[in-house]
C-alpha cells in the first residue's frame, strides 16, 4: 500500500488542488482508501500476537507513520485521521492501562501544533472558518452555512426525494460526496435521517456484540477496528454537515458517492462476516462434540 501511495504523488491526477487518485483507463482508484481495511488487519494481527506495552505501543505508531505521512502529503487529512483513529481505537481495545492512556494522549497533543503547522493554507482556513463562517460567507465559510441550512430546511418530513433546492440548484457543493448528510437531511428531514441513524447504531450494535462474543482475540479486535472507522467517519462526517467540525472531506459510509470508498467500506464489512462465519462454524463443530 505504500508503494501505490508513493505512486500516487508521482503519477497521479490532480483534482481541485489535491492528488489522490491514480488513472486507470475509465476510472480512478484511491489507494489512500484501500490503506483503512489494511490497516485494520495488520493492527488486528499485531496486538491479537502482542502485549500493550511501550515498546509494542510505538512499534505500531512506527509501523503505521508511513502510511500517515504519504496520505497526509497528497493532502488528505481526513483520510489520514481515520488511518490515525483505527491505531488508536485498537491501541485501546488491545486494552492498555489508564495510566499509559493519558501518557498517550499527552504524547499526542505534543504533536498537534507540528501538524497544524503543515497543514496547507486552505485546511488552516477550514478550521478557522469552521469557528465562525460568517465572517466569510462567500468563501471559506460558504460551504458550511449551505450544509446547515439545507439540514434545517428539511424540517421533520423533507422536501421529498430530489427537492432539495440546495442540491438541485448547486447551492451545495459535493453534496453527493462530503455534504451527503445535509442534502439527505433536506429530502428526507428529521425522520429521514432519524431511519439513517438507528440502521447505523444497530449495525454498529451488531458488530460490538459480535466481537465480545468471537473466539479469538483477531476476530475480536478485527471487528472493533471496522467499528472504530466506520463510528468515526459517521461521526465527523455528520459532525461537519452540521457545523460542530471543521470540513475534512471524509465520506458516510454506504451512502456518499464514491466507488473506492464503497469497496474499502464493503471490504471491511466482508471482514465482519468473516468473523462471523468463522464464529458460526466454531459453534457447529463444538456442538457436534
Known amino acids: ?124 482556513q477550514r478550521v478557522t472558518s469552521f469557528l465562525s463562517p460568517d465572517n466569510d460567507p462567500l468563501g471559506e465559510g460558504y460551504n458550511l452555512i449551505q450544509s446547515t441550512i439545507a439540514v434545517g430546511s428539511g424540517q421533520l418530513f423533507g422536501r421529498g426525494l430530489g427537492q432539495g433546492t440546495q442540491s438541485r440548484l448547486q447551492f451545495l457543493p459535493e453534496y453527493r460526496t462530503d455534504f451527503i448528510f445535509a442534502s439527505t437531511s433536506e429530502e428526507l428531514g428529521f425522520l429521514g435521517v432519524l431511519v439513517i441513524l438507528l440502521t447505523y447504531i444497530s449495525m454498529l450494535t451488531y458488530f460490538i456484540r459480535t466481537a465480545e462474543s468471537s473466539s479469538d482475540a483477531f476476530g475480536y479486535l478485527l471487528i472493533l477496528g471496522v467499528v472504530t472507522m466506520l463510528l468515526f467517519q459517521i461521526v465527523v462526517n455528520i459532525g461537519m454537515n452540521i457545523g460542530i467540525f471543521p470540513i475534512t472531506g471524509i465520506t458516510l459510509p454506504l451512502i456518499s458517492y464514491g466507488g473506492s470508498s464503497l469497496i474499502s467500506t464493503l471490504i471491511s464489512l466482508g471482514l465482519v462476516a468473516s468473523v462471523i462465519k468463522f464464529r458460526k462454524r466454531i459453534d457447529i463443530h463444538t456442538i457436534g462434540g
Not at 4 to 10: A, G, K, P, S, T
Not at 23 to 35: D, K, R, T, V
Open 1 to 124: 500500500i505504500c508503494l501505490l501511495l508513493i505512486i500516487v504523488l508521482i503519477l497521479g491526477i490532480e483534482t481541485r488542488g489535491v492528488v489522490r487518485w491514480i488513472p486507470l483507463g475509465i476510472f480512478n482508484i484511491q489507494p489512500s482508501e484501500f490503506a483503512k481495511p489494511i490497516m485494520i488487519i495488520f493492527l488486528a494481527n499485531f496486538w491479537s500476537n502482542n502485549i500493550p506495552n511501550w515498546t509494542n505501543i510505538f512499534k505500531s505508531l512506527l509501523w503505521i507513520a508511513p502510511i500517515f505521512f504519504l496520505i497526509f502529503k497528497q493532502p488528505d487529512l481526513g483520510t489520514a485521521l481515520i488511518v490515525l483513529s483505527i491505531w488508536v481505537g485498537l491501541v485501546f481495545a488491545a486494552r492498555i492501562s489508564f495510566k499509559k492512556i493519558i501518557l498517550l494522549i499527552s504524547f499526542t497533543a505534543v504533536f498537534l501544533p507540528l501538524i497544524w503547522i503543515n497543514l496547507h493554507d486552505y485546511q488552516r
